[in-house]
């Protein structure tokens, strides 16, 4: 589930049958159903900024869908990940976005291209304990105890200096 940052907005993705759920908060009506996934939805995050709403999905594809969109039947962004996709968030000040598959990869997204930055073997690279702090990344990441990512939090820079 997400809620956009006017709280205007609400969005929840369904296990069965595969579909995000757009509602109005004022009047509590569904106003989209956005389909395309093929896998159910694992995870939804509103960029920061802008009306996108990302979708990640156990079919392996993260979506970012423009909600806002005159055109209304604008087809969404797709990001490829080879492995079910159980989390995502975007950084801070929204440029990219950060998806964590069932193998344990983290990919970062360029929001702008839709271009893959850079990866992060998470089941090498965050053995050391349950929390990881990317500063860089601006992205605090949990694991389960096989260390699969299973939680991407976003860090403002103030979070990240109390974190140290």
Known sequence: MAVDKSGEVVCAGSTE???VCVWSVQTGKL??????HLGPISSLAFHPVRGTLASASWDGTVKVWDLYKSDGGSAPETLENGADVVCLAYRP????????????MLRFWNVEDGSL????DGQKDIKGGKFALLSSAALLISTSPNNTPMSL????????????
């Open 117 to 120: 930055v850079c990866e992060i």
């Open 31 to 36: 106003t989209d159903v956005l389909t395309g």
């Open 153 to 164: 939090q976003s860090r403002s820079q103030n979070q990240r200096q109390n974190d140290i």
């Open 17 to 19: 049958p595969f579909r």
């Open 93 to 104: 000040d929204g440029g990219q976005i950060c998806s964590g598959s069932i193998r344990g």
